[in-house]
C-alpha cells in the first residue's frame, strides 16, 4: 500500500525514469550500483573493440598486402569512422529512440559485424592466400580480390555502425545514474569518468597481450572469435542490469533546437538587441518546473544569438522566436566548438599507437627465448598500464592533494588538466623522434637497409613513447570526455558526449591525411620520401618531429588593424590569415576560372558560325550580347554580396550557378539530340540556319546566360576578397598590395594561355564535347582550391548596401534642393571620432568637390532620418563613386576593342592559311594566346623593371600613376586598331591579286600577319585594363570596394554591349544606296579594313575625353589624417576598456 501511494518513497530530483517510464526511485535505480553492469560492459567492450584495432595494421600488411602509408591510412580511417559516427548515434538516441533502445539496438549490430568479421579472416575462401618469402609485395598486392577485401571491410564499417549507436550513449546513461541535486551523488559523480576511463583501458589489457598474441601466433580466426564471445559477454551483463538503470526523458533533438536558433537569428539578423536581458522571450518558471526541464539565465556571450529571442510583430512560431533557456543551450553547445577544434592535433598522435608505433616494432628485435617473441601490438599494453597506474594516482594522491590549495573539488580545472595531456603529447613525439634517430642511427652501422631486415636493438627502446600515451591519455581523454559532457546543457548530453568521440574520429581522419600529405610532399623532386613501405630507409624521426612541433605550435596573437575577420567572424589573426598565403588560393582559382571562361568564349564565335550556322554579324553579336552580359551582371552580385550574403558566400553560391551553367552546356554541345547537325560542304549557310532547331538554339544559350548569372556572383567578390587580404594600416602589407592587382591579371592572362592553345586545338580538331567537359572539370578544381583555403581568408564586415548609402544622400539632397550649404564644413552633420573607433569604421574628412551633395549633411529643423539627414563620411563615400562616373564612361570605347579579339579577328584568321605540316592546321583562336603572352611578358617587365626605375624619379610607390598607366593603354590601343586596318588592308590586296571573293576561299598569306594585332592587345591590356581594376578598387571608399569592382565589370560589359551595337549599326548603315557593305558573311568581299580604321578614329577621339577628364580627376588619399586620428583614438579606446 505504501508502494502504491508513494509514500515515503525517495525519488531522484532530477526528473529521471526507470524503463517503464515511472519516477525513478532513488534508493533501489542508479548510483554505482547500476554503474557497475555498464562499467562491466565496457571492460568486455573495449577487449573487442580493441582485439580489433590494436593488431589490424599487420593484418592488413600481412594478409591484405598492403603498404605502409595504405595500411596505416586504411586503420586510420576506420577508427575515424569509429569515432565518427556517435554523432549519427547520439542524434537518434536523442530524437527518437532513447539511449537505451539506441543502444541495445546498435549493439546487436556490433556483434553480427563482429560474427561476418570473424567469418572473413577464418573461411579460406574470404582471405587471400598467405604471401611466400619470394613473392614481392606486389605480386601479394594482385592476389588480394575485391570481393575479398570487400569482404572484411565491409565487416569493419558494420561494426563501426554498431559502435556509433554505442559510444554516444553507454557513457551518457553511467554519468546519468548519479542525481546533480542530491550531494553525494554528485560527489560520486565527479570520479565517474576516471573510472570509466580506467575500464575502458583495463578491457584492453586482455586485448593487447592475449589477443594479440593469438593473432600473431595461433591464428587470426580463433583471435577474432575471442573478441566476439567477449562482445555478446558484454551485452548479456548489460542487459542484466536494466531493472535499475535510471533515464533521462527523452526532448527535442539537440540538433534540431539549435537549427531553431541560428534559423531565427539569421531570419532577425538586422533586429537590434534591447539592452535589458529581461524584454528577450522566456518561458515562465511553471513551465520548466515539470521534471528534467531546467531554466537557463541569460549570459553576455555570443550576443548575435540572443536576436532568436528578441519579440517582433510578426507572428511567433519555433523556427522565428525562441526562449532564453533554448538560446543559451545553443550557446554552451557553440562555446565549445573552439575547444573541440583544438583537440584534434592531440587525436593524430594517438592514431600512431595503431600504425607506425607497431610498424616500429615490426623492424626490431622481439625474442625473449628462441622459441617466444613479442608481438609487436602487444606493446600497446604500456599505454594501457600507464593509463591505469597514472589515473590511481591521479585519482587518489594528486587531487586530494591539489584540492587543499585550489578549492576546486576536481583539484585542477578540466582544460588545465587537458593542457596537462597536450605538453606530454609533444613529449611524447619528442621522445619518438629521438628513438627513431637511434634505430636509423643502428641501422646504418649494421648495414640493415633491406626490407624486412631486423636491426639489433631490443623492441623494448619502444616503451617510453607507448607509456608516455598513456600517461597523456590520462590527463587529456578524461578531462576532454568529462568536459564535453559536463559543459553540456540538460537534454544535449549525448550530443556533447558525441564532440568527444567526434574529436577522436577528426583526429585519426587528419592522420591519414598528414601521413599521406607528407608522404607525397617529401618524394618531390626525386627524394626518398620520410614514409617508405621500407621503413629501414624511412625518415620516421622527421614525421615525428614534424608532429611535435604541429602539436606546439601557438597563435600569436597580431591581430589586423583594418577590421577584417575569420570565417567565424572573429577578429583576423595577421600570422594566421591574410596576405600572398591567403591569395595564393585565390590567384589559383583565377587561372583555373579564367581557363573555364577562355574554354568557351575564345572559339564561341567559331561554335555559333560552324554548329548554329549563324552569320558574321550574327555570330559577333551574339558573342558581344553574351560577353558583355558576362561583365554587366556583376554589378548585381556586388549589390547582393554587400548587403545581404558576404563577399565568400555570394561567391560561393554563384561558383555553384556557374558550374551548373557549365555542365548543361557540356551536354548541349555533346548530346546530337541537343545540337544541330553538322553542315555538309554543298549545304548552303541558310539551309543550315533552317537545320538548327529553336529548343536546340534555346537550351544552347539557356546554358551560356546560367554561367553569366554565376560570373556576376564571382568576378566581384574574388578579386575584391584578394585585395582584402592586405591591411591598409600595416606598411609592409600595403607595399604588398601594391602588386596584387598586377599579379592578379598575370593570373588571368596565365590561365588563358591553356584555353587559347590546347582547348581551342581540341575544339577544332577532335570535337567540342571533349573542349568544353575540360573546362567544366577545371571549373570544379578551381572551386575545391577556391574552399580549401577557407581558413585562413580575412573577410570585411558587412555594412550597409552601398546603393542604399548612395540613394540615401541623393535623395536627402534632392529633397533639401533649396537649402543653402554652410560656408564652414564644421557645421555640416558628422559623428564624432569616438563613434566611428568605437564602430571600427573609418572617417572621412569634408571635400569641395560636387559641392550640391554636401546640401544632404545639413541639419534642418524637420525631424531628422536616415532619407534626409546624411553623415559627412557618408557624402563623402558618395562623392567619390560618383567621382569615378566620367572615368568610367571614358573606357566604354578601350573595352570594344577588346571584343574585336573574340569575334573579327578570329573569324579572319579562318581565311589565311593556318598549316604549318601537312597535316596540322592553327585553329583561328589560337592566336588569341599572343595577347596572353604579351600581356604576360608585359606585366613581368613592367613590375619588375619599368615601375622600381619610374619609381625613383616619380616618387610614386607604383611608378605612374594609374589614369597615367590607363592613358598608355588607350594610346596602345590606337596604334592597334591602325596596324589591324593596314594588315586587313594587305589582306585584301592579295585576295584581289588572286582574284578570291568567293566564302571560303583561303588567302594565300600565313596566319602569322595577324600576330601584331593580338601582341599590341595584350601590351594594352597590360596597361590599361590592370590599372582600372586597381583604380576602381582603390578609389572605392571602404564597404564600396565590391561596388569599386563592379564598375570595372561594368567597363567590360557596357563595351562589349557596344560593340554589338557599333557592329550592326556600321553593317546596315554601309549597306544603305545598294552598297555592298563593310561587313558580310564573306569576309573576302567585305571592307574590315575600313572598320578596324574607323575605330582607331573613334578610340583618338576618346582619347581625348579620356584626357579631359582625367584632368580634373581628384585621387582619394591613401590614409588621411582622420585615419590617423582614428587609429589612435581606437587604440586609447582599447585601453581604457
Known amino acids: 500500500m505504501e508502494h502504491e501511494n508513494g509514500v515515503g518513497q525517495n525519488f531522484t530530483q532530477d526528473g529521471t ?15 554505482w550500483r547500476a554503474c557497475y553492469y555498464m562499467l562491466g560492459y565496457e571492460v568486455c567492450e573495449r577487449m573487442a573493440y580493441y582485439g580489433i584495432s590494436t593488431n589490424l595494421v599487420l593484418y592488413l600488411t600481412r594478409e591484405l598486402h598492403e603498404g605502409t602509408v595504405k595500411s596505416s591510412n586504411n586503420v586510420t580511417n576506420w577508427v575515424g569512422t569509429v569515432w565518427m559516427t556517435p554523432l549519427l548515434g547520439a542524434y537518434v538516441a536523442d530524437t527518437y529512440l532513447g539511449r537505451y533502445w539506441t543502444f541495445m539496438i546498435a549493439s546487436v549490430v556490433y556483434f553480427i559485424g563482429m560474427c561476418l568479421l570473424t567469418l572473413v579472416v577464418s573461411l579460406p575462401s574470404l582471405k587471400p592466400p598467405t604471401c611466400g618469402k619470394d613473392v614481392s609485395y606486389i605480386e601479394c598486392d594482385k592476389r588480394a580480390s575485391s570481393f575479398q577485401i570487400g569482404m572484411f571491410y565491409c565487416a569493419l564499417y558494420i561494426i563501426a555502425i554498431g559502435t556509433g549507436g554505442t559510444k554516444p550513449n553507454i557513457s551518457t546513461m553511467g554519468a546519468d545514474q548519479f542525481d546533480d541535486f542530491e550531494p553525494k551523488e554528485r560527489a560520486h559523480k565527479l570520479t565517474f569518468f576516471n573510472w570509466w576511463m580506467f575500464s575502458v583501458f583495463f578491457g584492453t589489457l586482455f586485448a593487447n597481450t592475449f589477443l594479440v598474441y593469438i593473432q600473431d601466433n595461433v591464428g587470426w580466426g580463433l583471435g577474432y572469435i575471442i573478441p566476439t564471445l567477449a562482445l555478446l559477454v558484454a551485452i548479456v551483463a548489460f542487459v542484466f542490469g536494466t531493472p535499475i538503470y535510471r533515464h533521462k526523458i527523452r526532448s527535442e533533438s539537440p540538433f534540431t533546437r539549435m537549427a531553431k536558433v541560428l534559423v531565427a537569428t539569421v531570419r532577425k539578423w538586422n533586429t537590434r538587441v534591447p539592452d535589458d536581458p529581461k524584454e528577450l522571450y522566456e518561458l515562465n518558471l511553471n513551465e520548466y518546473a515539470s521534471p528534467g526541464k531546467y531554466r537557463i539565465d541569460h549570459s553576455s556571450s555570443l550576443r548575435f544569438l540572443d536576436k532568436a529571442a ?3 510583430e510578426e507572428p511567433a512560431s519555433k523556427w522565428k522566436l525562441c526562449p532564453v533557456t533554448q538560446v543559451e543551450q545553443t550557446k554552451q553547445m557553440v562555446k565549445m566548438i573552439p575547444i573541440l577544434c583544438a583537440t584534434f592535433i592531440p587525436s593524430t598522435l594517438m592514431a600512431q599507437s595503431h600504425t607506425l608505433f607497431i610498424k616500429q616494432g615490426t623492424t626490431l628485435v622481439r625474442s625473449i627465448r628462441p622459441q617466444f617473441k613479442i608481438p609487436p601490438a602487444s606493446l600497446s599494453i604500456f599505454v594501457t598500464i600507464s593509463m591505469l597506474i597514472s589515473l590511481a594516482v591521479y585519482d587518489r594522491l594528486f587531487v586530494p592533494l591539489v584540492r587543499k590549495r585550489t578549492k576546486n573539488p576536481r583539484g585542477i580545472t578540466l582544460l588545465q588538466r587537458m ?35 631486423i636491426v639489433p636493438l631490443r623492441i623494448y627502446i619502444l616503451i617510453p613513447q607507448f607509456a608516455l600515451l598513456g600517461v597523456a591519455d590520462c590527463f587529456l581523454e578524461v578531462a576532454k570526455l568529462e568536459f564535453f559532457y559536463d559543459q553540456a546543457p540538460e537534454g544535449m548530453k549525448s550530443l556533447g558526449t558525441a564532440y568527444f568521440t567526434t574529436s577522436i574520429g577528426v583526429g585519426y581522419f587528419l592522420s591519414s591525411f598528414i601521413l599521406s600529405t607528407v608522404s607525397n ?55 594566421a590569415t591574410g596576405r600572398w598565403k591567403a591569395c595564393y588560393y585565390m590567384l589559383g582559382y583565377e587561372v583555373c576560372e579564367r581557363m573555364s571562361y577562355f574554354g568557351i568564349s575564345t572559339n564561341l564565335v567559331l561554335y555559333l558560325t560552324r554548329e548554329l550556322h549563324e552569320g558574321t554579324v550574327k555570330s559577333s553579336n551574339n558573342v558581344t550580347n553574351w560577353v558583355g552580359t558576362v561583365w554587366m551582371t556583376p554589378v548585381l552580385g556586388a549589390y547582393i554580396a554587400d548587403t545581404y550574403l558576404g563577399r565568400y558566400w555570394t561567391f560561393m553560391i554563384a561558383s555553384v550557378i556557374y558550374l551548373l551553367g557549365m555542365c548543361l552546356l557540356t551536354l548541349v554541345v555533346s ?16 539551309d543550315c540556319d533552317k537545320r538548327a532547331s529553336s529548343f536546340q538554339i534555346g537550351i544552347f544559350y539557356c546554358a551560356l546566360y546560367i554561367i553569366a548569372v554565376g560570373m556576376g556572383g564571382t568576378k566581384p567578390n574574388i578579386s575584391t576578397m584578394g585585395a582584402d587580404q592586405f591591411d591598409d594600416l600595416e606598411p609592409k602589407e600595403k607595399a604588398q598590395k601594391l602588386t596584387f592587382f598586377n599579379w592578379w591579371m598575370f593570373s588571368v592572362f596565365f590561365g588563358a594561355l591553356f584555353s ?5 586545338y581540341i575544339q577544332d580538331v577532335v570535337n567540342w564535347g571533349l573542349g568544353y567537359g575540360i573546362p567544366t572539370v577545371t571549373l570544379l578544381v578551381a572551386i575545391i582550391a577556391f574552399a580549401f583555403g577557407t581558413p585562413v581568408y580575412r573577410h570585411k564586415p558587412r555594412a550597409e548596401s552601398p546603393f542604399n548609402q548612395m540613394a540615401k544622400v541623393i535623395i536627402a539632397a534632392a529633397r533639401k534642393w533649396n537649402v543653402r550649404v554652410p560656408v564652414d564644413p564644421k557645421e555640416l552633420y558628422e559623428l564624432t571620432f569616438d563613434k566611428y573607433a568605437t564602430l571600427g569604421k573609418y572617417r572621412i574628412d569634408h571635400s569641395s568637390s560636387l559641392k550640391f551633395l554636401d546640401k544632404a549633411a545639413v541639419k534642418v529643423e524637420e525631424q531628422a532620418s536616415k532619407w534626409n539627414l546624411c553623415t559627412v563620411t557618408q557624402v563623402e563615400k558618395t562623392k567619390q563613386m560618383v567621382k569615378m562616373i566620367p572615368i568610367l564612361c571614358a573606357v566604354f570605347i578601350p573595352s570594344t576593342l577588346m571584343a574585336q579579339s573574340h569575334t573579327l579577328f578570329i573569324k579572319q584568321g579562318t581565311t589565311l592559311v593556318r598549316s604549318i605540316g601537312p597535316d596540322f592546321e592553327i585553329p583561328p583562336a589560337c592566336l588569341t594566346v599572343f595577347v596572353t603572352i604579351s600581356m604576360l611578358t608585359s606585366l613581368a617587365i613592367y613590375d619588375r623593371f619599368f615601375v622600381p626605375y619610374a619609381r625613383k624619379y616619380t616618387k610614386n610607390p607604383r611608378g605612374i600613376t594609374l589614369l597615367q598607366r590607363m592613358s598608355v593603354g588607350i594610346i596602345i590601343h590606337i596604334i592597334t586598331m591602325i596596324v589591324a586596318s593596314l594588315v586587313e588592308r594587305r589582306r585584301l590586296s ?10 571560303g576561299q583561303i588567302v594565300p598569306l600565313k596566319i602569322y600577319i595577324l600576330l601584331p594585332q593580338f601582341a599590341l592587345l595584350g601590351v594594352a591590356d597590360c596597361f590599361l585594363e590592370v590599372a582600372k581594376l586597381e583604380f576602381f578598387y582603390d578609389q572605392a571608399p571602404e564597404g564600396m570596394k565590391s561596388l569599386g569592382t563592379a564598375y570595372f565589370t561594368t567597363s567590360l560589359g557596357v563595351g562589349f554591349f557596344l560593340s554589338s551595337f557599333i557592329l550592326s549599326t556600321v553593317a546596315n548603315v554601309t549597306k544603305r544606296n545598294g552598297h555592298k557593305g563593310w561587313i558580310l558573311n564573306n569576309l573576302n568581299a567585305s571592307r574590315l579594313d575600313y572598320y578596324y580604321a574607323f575605330y582607331a578614329v573613334l578610340s ?10 582625367a584632368r580634373f580627376f581628384n585621387y582619394n588619399a591613401e590614409i588621411n589624417e582622420s585615419d590617423q586620428e582614428l587609429k589612435e583614438d581606437a587604440r586609447k579606446i582599447a585601453e581604457q576598456s
Open 521 to 575: 610532399v617529401t618524394k618531390r623532386n626525386g627524394h626518398n620520401g620520410w614514409i617508405l613501405n621500407n621503413l629501414n630507409v624511412s625518415r620516421l624521426d622527421y614525421y615525428y618531429a614534424f608532429y611535435a612541433v604541429l602539436s606546439f605550435k601557438g597563435i600569436d596573437q597580431d591581430f589586423t588593424q583594418d577590421g577584417t575577420t575569420d570565417h567565424k567572424g572573429r577578429p583576423a589573426l595577421r600570422s
Open 1100 to 1109: 583618338f577621339i576618346n582619347f581625348l575625353f579620356f584626357l579631359f577628364v
Open 671 to 686: 548530346l546530337p539530340s541537343l545540337k544541330p547537325p553538322t553542315c555538309g560542304t554543298h549545304v548552303s549557310y541558310l
Open 756 to 760: 587559347n592553345t590546347l582547348l581551342v
Open 17 to 31: 525514469i526507470d524503463l517503464k517510464g515511472r519516477r525513478a526511485i532513488r534508493s533501489t535505480t542508479g548510483r
Open 419 to 453: 593542457t596537462i595531456g597536450i605538453i606530454i603529447h609533444i613529449i611524447t613525439m619528442t621522445v619518438a623522434s629521438l628513438v627513431e634517430r637511434r634505430r636509423l642511427s643502428v641501422i646504418k652501422d649494421h648495414g640493415a637497409y633491406k626490407q624486412g631486415q
Open 990 to 999: 592579295v585576295a584581289k591579286d588572286h582574284a578570291i571573293y568567293k566564302a
Open 310 to 312: 528578441v519579440k517582433v
